[in-house]
C-alpha cells in the first residue's frame, strides 16, 4: 500500500512540475514583439484573424507547442487505434 501511495505522490509532483513549467514558458512569450518571438525558440507568433462571430483578434506571441505533450501523444495513439 505505501509502495502504491508513493507512486501516486511522484506522479502528482511530476504533473505539477510539468504544469508549472507549461506556465513560465507562456509568461515568457506574452509580450514579445513578432521579431523577438519569431527568434525565441520557445515562442510562436499567430498572426491575427477573425473569428466566426466577426471579432478580430490581434496577432500575438504565445508558447510553442511541446513535442512530447501527453495530449498530442493520447491523439497519436488514438489515431492509430482507428486505422
Do not use: I
Amino acid at each position: 500500500m505505501r509502495t502504491h501511495t508513493t507512486r501516486v505522490f511522484l506522479a502528482a509532483v511530476v504533473a505539477a512540475a510539468s504544469t508549472l513549467s507549461a506556465n513560465v514558458q507562456a509568461a515568457a512569450c506574452k509580450s514579445l514583439e513578432q521579431k523577438a518571438c519569431s527568434e525565441a525558440a520557445s515562442c510562436t507568433w499567430v498572426s491575427s484573424y477573425e473569428r466566426s462571430d466577426g471579432r478580430t483578434v490581434k496577432a500575438y506571441c504565445r508558447s510553442a507547442p511541446r513535442k512530447n505533450d501527453a495530449m498530442n501523444t493520447v491523439s497519436s495513439a488514438a489515431k492509430k487505434a482507428s486505422q
